[in-house]
């Protein structure tokens, strides 16, 4: 089991840029494909982006291609979100989430196991 906990969030104008991070607890840390998620009010809960594993492979929505980064330090448990040229679409609360060791990524909700409890961030126009 994984704990996940979200940090970074902010109030940024657009076109700035922020990084958000989240922190897992355990040793297998490096066993998880993990993914960042987005919820704006009023709309479901949307995938953003995920890395793999080893970090060896990394997935995007089409909304944040070119823009955003994922990435993971396994040393320190920990998995990165560098968001840059943001605008107010994406705004949101953004999730941390970890997959079950095994095939595949987090690439929708069901398909993560474990949830951090969020981080706002919101971009102003």
């Known amino acids: 089991q994984v704990q996940l906990v979200e940090s970074g969030g902010g109030l940024v104008q657009a076109g700035g840029s922020l990084r958000v991070s989240c922190a897992a607890s355990?040793?297998?840390?490096?066993?998880?494909?993990m993914g960042w998620f987005r919820q704006a009010p009023g709309k479901e809960r949307e995938f953003v982006a995920a890395?793999?594993?080893?970090?060896?492979?990394?997935y995007y929505a089409d909304s944040v291609k070119g823009r955003f980064t994922i990435s993971r330090d396994n040393a320190k448990n920990t998995v990165y979100l560098q968001m840059n040229s943001l605008k107010p679409e994406d705004t949101g609360v953004y999730y941390c989430?970890?997959?079950?060791?095994?095939?595949?990524?987090?690439?929708?909700?069901?398909?993560?196991?474990?949830w951090g409890q969020g981080t706002q961030v919101t971009v102003s126009s």
């Open positions: 989430a970890a997959k079950n060791p095994g095939p595949g990524t987090p690439l929708s909700p069901p398909d993560s196991d474990y």
């Open positions: 355990g040793r297998t840390f490096s066993r998880y494909a």
């Open positions: 890395v793999s594993w080893s970090g060896g492979s990394t």
